[in-house]
């Protein structure tokens, strides 16, 4: 096992009901700054919900925080912020909203501009404190550090750092109005996000791979329940609860991490706007497949653990394991193929030659070059 | 899924080498009490890595405490930190001594007599913010708030709950010295741990029983290698990693606990001194079989899933899994029974006779009453 530091102080507060104590939570005398996706918490009760707890709070609210938050977007609240004074953010919609508010809380205590902050960590200078009240379970952003923000004019994703929020609170039941398809790609977002994780190695911390196979397991269980009926409150928080604890840091102590097919994702979503959680079962199956001989045993685990395959060679093994995860995929509704999505492969050169331009290097083993994203991505037209 | 608020702050330090970074994370100015059991620390190197980093601190230490630790002995503790103003206390050894600075970290700010703060919480009136470096896998209280407290002069034992621990060093290396004896206790305790938030209904939280069937089947496969060799460092960290995790509350978000178990192991321990680890594995086999038919679909799913018990009809398979079950414990080199263990009926008898002056109910149904201990109890001599 690696040698890790492990601390994560959001407090989660969970279950029916539980934005009411929203009141009890944010800090009294604040000057706060309610941030906002497109509207859609109008349409399912959560606006009415947070409004009424926020009865006799000083705030104002920021709307227009758009899917892959656009640093030209959140540079606004950051202005409003200065000019007024804010003390405590306060997110209220999907991981984009969060995202966003977590650039925002830290562009609004320095004099850097927001996109410098996103591409040179070292400008950070600490952070307005930021809670959430979080509708769409897919990022974890609820709880953890991170955050992915997108420049439009440079056509860029990239990911950054923060620190925690202090709370979020997670009502399984602002999630039955979601759009089918955001409830597919969150299923497959904290799906990924669990094999990021883990599918390394083996014999390197058995304790987390076997939380990350359950969490593997228990979404793969419940997916066709939230797919039947998105009302099945019980489903809906295993599957909300699912996506927290698949990106907070609980499956990642002392283990090397991957992420591979997040970095060639981001490019897929840069380029074409296709939803980040869908862009990552394009990927994965590739990455798996022309990574095998170094994630073979760890592969072949995941395939018994998880999926039960225990009969052929080990690369037929393999490739039924690689197929299981794909149909899984699939059965979410999902296309897993570009020319599937239209897109083409001007698209897979122009990431192939990003990669090559920065020089960056995937993977655990920082070993997969452009050469390798070439390979990855030609599988996957 | 039951509604829930967790947040856990103490910040984890994992593996070799890190007690050094004891000088960067305690407060500097502070006047910090360090708290020791009976001298271990002193043969292991523990002692000497934590006195090094403790250089240019003013700090004293606290030797005494005794596994089960005794408000007699915590008092005097507790005496030192008001004469001299100690503002941070470091527990450093294992369960018992950081259970036992809980207690001295709260009585040191109040007026009340330690005892009195353990039989009534509505006195709890703050406390010194306090760490560890803990050095016994077993009983999680290194990243909880919980703590055992037991009372010499009138024989009883029960629970205290503090703050958390601001952080816990643990340095799998610590704990190859362990006397055998401890390490099995140490694994017993765990899984009960584990067993006590798990054993209860099933579908309430599938993926908290994922995690929880994850830490029972670590613990299951790496027992035998750590009790095969204690300084194997993987095997260790494993086994420490796991004790941690099992008693965090990572794994009892949302759903009901059990703990009568350990309310009954607790009376064992505080008429016998039993260790703790070893009377809950001579307590657990009964409570699963007298209260099969509450318990019996979930302890058919644990035997299924973690035992790959399938075969034979409802009541044979549940028979099967208890016997499993102990058959581990046994695996251990812990006997199961009171018998074994020079423990007599009068024991049983007097520990029946509590709970009826008491009128304590317990169980997650509150619905295990003296009668239903007695039975218990009268399996196991």
Redesign the interface.
């Known amino acids: ?18 934005i009411a104590r929203l009141s009890k939570e944010l800090p009294k005398g604040s000057k706060i700054l309610v941030t906002f996706g497109g509207g859609s918490v109008k349409k399912n009760g959560v606006y009415e919900q947070v409004t009424a707890a926020l009865e006799g709070f000083d705030y104002q609210e920021f709307w227009g925080i758009e899917p892959n938050p656009k640093v030209e977007t959140l540079r606004k609240a950051v202005e409003i912020c200065k000019r007024d004074g804010v003390d405590f953010l306060l997110a209220v919609g999907g991981g984009s909203v969060l995202d966003g508010t977590k650039l925002i809380a830290a562009a609004a205590v320095v004099d850097t501009d927001a996109w410098e902050l996103v591409c040179n960590p070292k400008l950070y200078g600490g952070t307005l404190p930021f809670a959430s009240v979080m509708t769409l379970p897919a990022t974890g952003s609820e709880m953890n550090r991170g955050a992915v923000i997108s420049n439009l004019a440079t056509g860029e994703k990239y990911a950054f750092y923060n620190t925690y929020p202090q ?1 979020s609170i997670l009502d ?1 039941q602002t999630t039955f109005s979601l759009p089918p398809y955001q409830v597919a790609c969150g299923l497959a977002d904290t799906f990924v996000h669990v094999m990021e994780q883990y599918l390394t190695a083996t ?1 390197i ?3 987390m791979d ?2 990350a ?3 593997l ?2 979404i793969i ?2 997916a066709p329940k939230v797919r039947a009926d998105q009302t099945d409150y ?1 489903a809906m ?2 599957y909300m ?2 996506a927290t ?1 698949g990106l907070n840091g ?1 499956i990642a ?2 283990v090397p991490q991957d992420w591979a097919t997040h970095m060639i994702g981001h490019e897929i979503t840069a380029l074409t706007a296709l939803t980040h959680g869908h862009s990552l079962v394009v990927v994965l199956p590739a990455v798996m497949d022309v990574m095998r001989e170094q994630k073979g045993d760890k592969i072949l685990q995941y395939g018994q653990r998880v999926w039960g395959i225990t009969e052929g060679s080990y690369d037929e093994r393999i490739d039924k394991t690689i197929a299981a995860t794909e149909e899984f995929f699939r059965s979410l509704g999902l296309q897993t193929r570009l020319s599937e999505l239209n897109i083409g492969k001007e698209v897979a050169e122009q990431i192939v030659l990003r990669f090559k331009e920065r020089g960056t290097l995937l993977g655990e083993n920082s070993n997969i070059d452009y050469l390798t994203v070439e390979k990855i991505l030609n599988q996957r037209l």
């Open positions: 096992m690696n040698n890790f530091i492990f601390q994560n102080p959001t407090k989660l507060i969970f279950g029916k009901g539980q709370f399984p014999d911390a058995p304790l076997r939380w196979e359950g969490v397991q228990t269980e419940v019980d928080a295993t609860l699912s604890m609980f102590m002392g």
